[in-house]
């Protein structure tokens, strides 16, 4: 009893888990992973979310706090988590979906934190401001990362990556797969590159992470009076790593992101907005044997390896759908495939809409939409009264755009934050011009 009491105390007075949840921010991008046996990695923060939150519900209960707040948001994920519940009967393979479902499950508490959590637009620019500054080292370690390949050579440096780095942070059995179907080289004009990964997995998650953040680093840096200089170097740093990325699913996101905020900013802003772009594209383009630029052009040659192979994944997956309009199954998409494939197989739709259709039926990927659109919304309305928002609509925007080619939702790294970015959507905030007053 007395041991709660302390707990209490120091939480209320301390705002401990506000505290808590800015190191959560710095520590996201940079987290570890364990294995407690072989064959089997646990990201440590599906570990420390649940265990933050069972903390945190104990205390909001003995306080008399309401928990959830419904809204439309809250309720459609509860919605879509039941669907995806219900998936499993579908499935072949029980076990392969129990433990794909564990996944989503276990950093989903996430969301009623973050929503409870930062209930003011001081604490909210707070914890985007570490979630940027984290980013940005990150950024720079994937542009030092990308850089040392002229140094010491792709082979050197794949091999460091493989041997310390990749099975430290992802987990033995998961780097293993990573390193059996790599995406980390491609091909520009007759020359290979590594692209930027950093410490993720592969460039497409490093792209999503990065340029979900760039928004919120021109917000900030835009609306901040002080710090300015280390904001616009956030803001340049994501950028140049992100393209480093060479991912044209996250080129394209971002283009799209600029321009849908258009209609909000001051046309003074607007202008600024279309200069810089067209500054930064005319010096990728300028610059000689430019992998960037042939690397973008190449997103609308339908003819392009890649794209032929993205188009037959989104031919096979609409099949599926059209066979199993309730789905397959959660985590069952690569055996409706490929009956033999083994449970790390990267077989997928490259399309998060179609793979949730395919797996949790036709229902459970209109709900997401739906969630998508709603958060849209919200941050657009928002946007009216604190210039922040803007952030929340481009932000969004890239997810949405770029999960046309990809699927990020059983990432460690972009699922918590797509998490946090509905959660940012949804909470009761209180704009106080005094920020020195929290």
């Known amino acids: 009893m007395r041991l709660f009491q302390t707990l209490k105390l120091f939480s209320i007075k301390n705002n401990t888990f506000y505290h808590v949840l800015l190191f959560f921010c710095l520590f996201l991008p940079f987290q570890f992973a364990l294995n407690p046996k072989d064959g089997f990695d646990l990201a440590i923060i599906r570990i420390l979310i649940p265990l933050l939150f069972l903390i945190w519900m104990v205390i909001a209960l003995k306080n008399k706090q309401k928990i959830f707040k419904l809204n439309w948001t809250t309720s459609l994920l509860g919605l879509f988590f039941i669907l995806a519940l219900i998936s499993i009967f579908f499935s072949p393979n029980l076990s392969w979906s129990v433990r794909k479902i564990l996944f989503p499950l276990s950093i989903a508490p996430l969301y009623f934190l973050t929503a409870s959590i930062l209930n003011t637009t ?29 140094i010491f050579g792709i082979d050197s440096v794949s091999l460091f990556l493989s041997t310390y780095i990749t099975p430290f942070f992802l987990g033995k059995t998961f780097a ?42 021109i917000a900030l840096w835009a609306t901040a009076t002080s710090h300015k200089k280390w904001l616009l170097f956030s803001t340049l740093s994501l950028v140049v790593a992100d393209a480093l990325t060479f991912t044209r699913g996250g080129y394209i996101a971002l283009i799209i992101g600029s321009i849908t905020i258009l209609p909000l900013v001051s046309l003074k802003t607007a202008s600024k907005i279309l200069a810089g772009a067209g500054i930064f594209v005319f010096l990728f383009t300028i ?141 009761n905030y209180i704009y106080e011009k005094n920020t020195n007053a929290n």
Do not use: C
Request: without cysteine; aromatic residues 14%.
């Open 176 to 217: 293993g797969a990573v390193l059996t179907y790599p995406s980390w080289l491609i091909n520009s004009g007759g020359t290979t590159y590594m692209r930027a990964i950093a410490i993720f997995p592969d460039p497409h998650m490093l792209s999503y992470y990065l340029g979900m953040l760039i928004p919120f680093s």
């Open 287 to 427: 610059a000689p044997h430019n992998p960037v630029a042939s690397r973008f052009s190449s997103s609308f040659d339908v003819q392009e390896g890649s794209n032929q192979a993205r188009l037959s994944n989104w031919q096979q997956a609409l099949v599926i759908i059209k066979e199993h309009p309730l789905g397959v199954g959660i985590g069952a998409y690569s055996l409706a495939v490929k009956s033999n494939a083994t449970y790390r197989e990267p077989i997928y739709a490259h399309n998060t809409y179609l793979d949730i259709a395919a797996e949790l039926g036709i229902i459970a990927a209109l709900i997401f939409i739906g969630i998508l659109l709603i958060t849209f919304k919200r941050f657009w309305i928002l946007s009216k009264t604190e210039p922040f928002f803007i952030a929340g609509v481009a932000s969004i925007t890239i997810f949405a755009v770029h999960s046309l080619v990809e699927n990020p939702l059983y990432s460690v790294h972009i699922l918590p934050l797509f998490l946090m970015l509905l959660a940012l959507g949804v909470s």
């Open 122 to 150: 001081f604490r909210q620019k707070r914890a985007f401001l570490f979630l940027v500054s984290s980013a940005t080292v990150l950024a720079w370690v994937g542009i030092l990362q990308f850089t040392s390949q002229f």
